[in-house]
């Protein structure tokens, strides 16, 4: 089985394409723009594979997608290209629209074009699976409600709009043309190869430098943390066994505030590099938590995500491996001894200042 990959040289993408390169016998066309945030170097140890291809293309373009289609002839689609960044959505939302909905509408007449020429057998396998974000939910102020996949939209980011609006579009491909379809929404990723422009690697590469680890607010905005690898797993068994029309909810099971994550990480830290100059064995009586620094909270900045998984955990049998004790300890280590890869990012024009707190 061919799988076209959209934004494979991204965090979530290149977790995809790197688990099924390694666990599976699938084969992986990887399309990408290579934006700021797409880095081919979190995929050199499959990169060897002859299961593996590379098309740098962006997914706007809609003769270079006709090309692909027809020059690679993939069984199905996993849809994972997106800007994705809340604070950058909030000051520059445009390139949001382009990609996540203009970009999702080309793919999709790309991809039908392509199905639509298909002998009977493999258009009856063929799948458009779309990879989405629960932030299309808008948020929970209610700490004993979940995320269904029956929630009404209600997004808040000029970002979670744009993810909100090519939902619609996948659902109406189906339901207008027949074209097979598949939707998940995720709650938030985190582990190896994240661009240190999110959360975790943010605290963690700004902490190693002694740098303020800025918290919105007052920190206490809840998310539910997935391990992407985890999310990776449960992407293609979604795309493997799932049912077309169906909607999957995939969560960590891993409620926690935002300054909850900074002092786990903090602690991680304290122990992980003691020898650091910030940290309390080395004399500093503070320590990493005494780089915290709270700041104007970001607009319309949602309260609490959480998901409910057990539709796919009932239907396919996925449940995630990680906890998150489990999953940011791994996590953190990864930085700890992966500098080239983070230092060769920061080395260009991004330079560790998150960007639309700004209202």
Excluded at 160 to 180: C, I, M, Q
């Amino acid at each position: 089985m061919k799988i076209l990959v959209t934004g494979g040289a991204g965090f979530i993408g290149s977790a995809v394409i790197r688990h099924i390169l390694k666990d599976t016998s699938s084969s992986v066309v990887n399309v990408d723009k290579l934006t700021y945030a797409g880095n081919l170097s979190s995929l050199d140890e499959v990169l060897p594979s002859e299961r593996y291809s590379f098309c740098q293309v962006d997914i706007c373009d809609p003769q270079a997608l006709t090309s692909v289609f027809e020059d690679h002839q993939p069984d199905g689609v996993m849809h994972l290209a997106a800007e994705s960044h809340v604070d950058r959505s909030i000051d520059g939302p445009g390139a949001f629209i382009q990609t996540n909905i203009v970009g999702t509408y080309t793919l999709l007449e790309a991809a039908r074009a392509y199905w639509q020429g298909l002998d009977a057998s493999k258009k009856e396998a063929f799948c458009f699976h779309h990879i989405s974000t629960d932030e299309v939910y808008g948020d929970l102020a209610d700490t004993g409600a979940l995320f269904t996949e029956q929630t009404p939209y209600d997004p808040s980011s000029p970002y979670s709009a744009s993810k909100a609006g090519s939902d619609h579009l996948v659902r109406a491909w189906e339901r207008t043309y027949g074209f097979p379809v598949r939707v998940t929404n995720c709650s938030n990723n985190y582990g190896p190869y994240h661009f240190p422009e999110k959360l975790i690697p943010h605290v963690v590469l700004n902490a190693l430098q002694g740098r303020p680890l800025p918290i919105y607010g007052d920190g206490s905005q809840i998310r539910d943390w997935l391990y992407v690898t985890d999310h990776a797993k449960a992407l293609y068994k979604v795309f493997v066994e799932g049912v077309n029309g169906e909607t999957y909810n995939i969560g960590g099971h891993n409620e926690k505030t935002n300054l909850e994550v900074v002092k786990c990480i903090c602690a991680i830290l304290e122990d992980l590099a003691a020898d650091n100059p910030h940290s309390v064995a080395s004399g500093n009586a503070s320590g990493f938590e005494g780089l915290i620094e709270y700041v104007a909270d970001r607009p319309g900045h949602d309260i609490r995500y959480a998901i409910d998984a057990s539709k796919i955990q009932h239907d396919l049998g996925w449940v995630p491996e990680e906890s998150f004790e489990t999953g940011i300890r791994k996590t953190v280590e990864w930085y700890l001894n992966n500098q080239g890869w983070w230092q060769a990012v920061i080395d260009g024009s991004y330079k560790l200042d998150r960007i639309g707190g700004e209202a």
